[in-house]
């Protein structure tokens, strides 16, 4: 059962502004599913190893030489704020 | 005669004694007409392409042919909103794989068709550019999150479309707009260019009116890829090569646990009769077990969400897309993605952060995870005595506008045959196989990994000898 103050928590995690009002709202219908999400304690599987992929591919190289890549104005054509070639955001910290 | 509703063959004839101009001017007035909203972007370069492929001469085994692409596939210079405020004014820089593989081949991109927003629904009601409607019935929802690709297909607005498909996200659209569509083995097709929802779950794949066409866009797009990490490299299959009117001897099985409780009885009985058609062309069929699948469903969200919470992350108002203003860089960001994202985003955000997070990852994740194996061997034992398994695609036909979407829960129920493939990452196909109540119903057909050809040819066989796939929706005629 997750509370208000989980909520507010999960939403500073997720970096995702939740107003008071929002708040109560995500509380029943977070725990409406998170309950649903329960059923799997039924299942036994400490014997059971996780499957994070279905295909048996590991460690995917590719030889280490430089290729083409995109322009940097192409790159930067998606936002107003850059500043000398550079992403522009407020002070972190 | 116009292109609209024509097999590939068919428009490929057309051009040949017309011109590509011609039709894509034939789908582009047909867009124009349209009652569905089922583009959010129609090409303004599409007519110029066409003549410029006519002026070349048709080269490549789609030259001159129209397509349309789902909203989450990057094609340079039209924009890749993902049905989200978040992405409204973003225009890739790049083509996806799949756009590369199309361009080659000579496609001409008719323009980008509306989703559920990043791909996360299975109605195309929570696109930020409004529902899409279902052609069969405007009151009803085309499924979802591929609900424009299918539409458009079941509407005479594109020959056939791609799609993508994480949780059913393809076969569902395709069993209410009464279109064939196909998800592809993990790993079959490169995902380079597709926006990430839940990576280890979804593919690109084909939506179109008949099975041939799958095939024919199969042989373009499915094959190794280097940009795509869990690209497979495979042999090059021959997709065609596969469309043979013959079952005699195929081995189907059929899971009980797909016809649970809440199935509709139109939907069953269509299901049915489509097995005992193909047993009357020479297959046989026996029930087959798969215990874990009541927990597909829960598994599948808690991964799929979990994935999701990470892949959207890149969303930050930053290098593109949507921004905020804010004093700070947490608040800029946050604010941001309080705005630009839509309500059921934000919410599968949160609950992958949460499950995810310290205390919570082994209760959650990490059981799923482990759920998943158990379903992964319910199909590889299954698919050991079979050559294929049937079941419904949807256990209802399409439902009506607003009918769920406030409550989510319900609306993710509704995906429970769809979603254990993805887990499995086995290839399905969803086929028309009949009507209820007017609407349409799909046949799921699921295959062995890389077992495409079977599915086509059992697809192929059945719809050779029904007229389902032929039929058109009143409505948008």
């Known amino acids: ?93 | 005669m116009t292109a609209k509703w024509m097999s590939v063959a068919e428009i490929k004839q057309k051009i040949g004694e017309s011109s590509a101009e011609e039709v894509t001017a034939d789908y582009l007035e047909a867009i124009k007409k349209s009652k569905i909203n089922g583009y959010v972007t129609v090409s303004d370069r599409a007519l110029e392409k066409s003549k410029e492929i006519d002026s070349e001469g048709h080269k490549g085994p789609l030259a001159g042919v129209p397509i349309a692409i789902k909203d989450n596939i990057s094609v340079q210079g039209l924009p890749n909103s993902c049905g989200s405020r978040m992405l409204e004014n973003y225009v890739p820089p790049f083509n996806a794989h799949v756009i590369e593989k199309l361009i080659e081949a000579g496609a001409v991109i008719l323009g980008k068709t509306n989703m559920d927003e990043f791909a996360m629904g299975s109605s195309t009601e929570s696109s930020y550019f409004g529902p899409v409607l279902n052609p069969w019935d405007l009151e009803r929802v085309p499924g979802g999150s591929s609900g424009g690709s299918a539409a458009v297909v079941a509407a005479g607005e594109a020959p056939f479309a791609l799609g993508s498909d994480t949780g059913g996200s393809i076969r569902c659209p395709a069993s209410f707009c009464g279109v064939v569509g196909l998800k592809p083995t993990y790993g079959a097709v490169s995902r380079y260019g597709a926006v990430a929802y839940a990576n280890s779950l979804e593919q690109i794949g084909p939506l179109a009116n008949n099975v041939e066409d799958i095939a024919v866009l199969m042989d373009v797009i499915a094959g190794h890829d280097a940009r795509d990490s869990t690209s497979v490299p495979e042999e090059k299959t021959d997709y065609q090569a596969a469309l043979k009117d013959d079952i005699k001897g195929l081995k189907i099985g059929v899971p009980k646990e797909y016809f649970g409780e809440g199935i509709s009885p139109g939907v069953e009985k269509a299901v049915w009769d489509a097995i005992h058609h193909c047993e009357a062309l020479g297959a046989s069929w026996e029930e087959v077990s798969m215990p874990h699948t009541k927990y597909a469903l829960a598994s599948y969200y808690i991964i799929a969400m979990s994935e999701a919470s990470s892949n959207l992350a890149r969303f930050d108002g930053t290098r593109y897309g949507f921004r905020e203003a804010g004093e700070t860089w947490h608040s800029l960001i946050s604010k941001t993605r309080a705005e630009g994202f839509g309500d059921e985003v934000k919410r599968r955000i949160l609950i992958g952060t949460y499950a995810l997070s310290a205390g919570y990852h082994d209760k959650y994740y990490l059981k799923a995870l482990k759920v998943r194996t158990l379903v992964k061997q319910d199909f590889e034992k299954a698919l050991s005595k079979v050559d294929v398994l049937m079941a419904p695609t949807m256990p209802n036909p399409a439902f009506k506008v607003g009918e769920k979407i406030e409550d989510p829960l319900a609306l993710y129920l509704s995906d429970v045959n769809t979603v254990p493939i993805n887990l499995a990452g086995v290839p399905s196909m969803s086929v028309p196989c009949g009507f209820t109540d007017g609407l349409p119903v799909g046949l799921q057909i699921i295959g062995k990994p890389f077992d495409e050809p079977t599915l086509l040819r059992t697809a192929y066989t059945f719809e050779q000898n029904t007229d389902y796939h032929s039929r058109r929706p009143p409505e948008v005629a």
């Open chain 1, 1 to 93: 059962m997750i509370t208000k103050e989980d909520v507010e928590h999960i939403g500073w995690l997720a970096r995702i502004e939740i107003s008071e009002q929002e708040k109560a709202e995500y509380m029943e219908k977070l725990n409406s599913v998170l309950d649903y999400f329960g059923q799997l304690d039924e299942v036994a599987t400490e014997d059971v190893s996780p499957t994070y992929h279905v295909i048996d591919l590991h460690n995917v190289f590719r030889e280490d030489v430089a290729a083409e890549s995109l322009p940097q104005e192409k790159v930067l054509a998606n936002t107003e704020n850059k500043q000398e070639g550079a992403f522009k955001v407020p002070r972190i910290g």
